[in-house]
């Protein structure tokens, strides 16, 4: 299956998802090809500090499209604005496009232009399937911030709301940083029980959580 992570938004959290779930799938022996297809490169940025600390399971990444990816069981790609071209192609092979959305009102009109260029001006046939999921929902109890972009999220036409949230944690920028993943780097962290609820309702399968070992 080929899943897009996707959005105009810069920041939403494109990278450190497909990184995340790129670890989850390998773990659960998933054949994974992943793609960066954003200049600022990010993800390859990751990547390459997990080469370098040799953290096992090894994370590849390509930077443009190849065809075909037949022996790939799962194929993750991540793109933003600043490929849009990128973007199309990418959109145009996708069998879904999963899209981080933050809690905020910019962020809603902006998941709406994303979807109207998916359907409108790319044109393509069949559609994708769109998914969005709330990132960086606020942990404070008070704040009803998060519950209302969903309702907003939900009242886009061509869009389905995956009922699974990711929470602020410094969890996410602290395994990124180190190319490990969240469930690598802090097992009993909440945002791993949150990453892995999401990742579960995407792939719907089991996953078992090792360490990262360093090889010797
Ligand atoms: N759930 C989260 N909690 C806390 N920080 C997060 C979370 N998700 C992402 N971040 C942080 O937000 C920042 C942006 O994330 P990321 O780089 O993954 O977004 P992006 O959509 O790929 O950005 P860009 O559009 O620049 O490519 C990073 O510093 C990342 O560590
Ligand atoms: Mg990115």
């Given amino acids: 299956m080929i899943t897009v992570i996707g959005n105009l938004k810069g920041g939403s959290g494109k990278s450190t998802v497909t990184f995340n779930l790129a670890l989850w799938l390998i773990q659960a022996g998933k ?5 960066d297809l ?8 990751a990547v390459q500090v997990r080469q370098e600390e040799n953290y096992q399971p090894t994370l590849s990444v390509l930077t443009h499209l190849k065809k075909p990816q037949s022996n790939h069981q799962e194929v993750l ?5 600043a490929n849009m071209a990128g973007m199309k192609e990418a959109a145009s092979i996708a069998d879904r496009i999963v899209v981080p959305v933050l809690p ?11 979807l109207n260029l998916i359907i409108n001006d790319f044109k393509i046939k ?7 999921f709330i990132n960086r929902a606020d942990t404070h109890i008070g704040i ?3 519950d209302e972009a969903e309702q907003a999220l939900s009242s886009l036409p061509g869009i389905k709301v995956i009922n699974s949230r990711l929470c602020q944690r410094v969890v996410y920028r602290r395994s990124f940083s180190e190319g490990l993943a969240v469930f690598e780097l802090e097992p009993s962290n909440k945002a791993v029980a949150e990453f892995e609820q999401l990742a579960k309702q ?8 090792p360490k990262p070992k360093r090889k010797k």
């Avoid at 995407?202 to 959580?209: A, D, E």
């Fill in 31 to 35: 054949n994974v090809l992943v793609y």
């Fill in 38 to 45: 954003d200049p600022q490169a990010t993800l390859s940025d």
């Fill in 77 to 81: 790609i991540d793109v933003g604005a």
């Fill in 104 to 114: 905020g009102q910019a962020d809603i009109w902006s998941t709406q232009r994303f």
């Fill in 126 to 132: 069949p559609l994708p399937q769109v998914l969005a």
């Fill in 144 to 146: 009803h911030e998060s």
């Fill in 202 to 209: 995407l792939y719907s399968q089991p996953n078992s959580k």
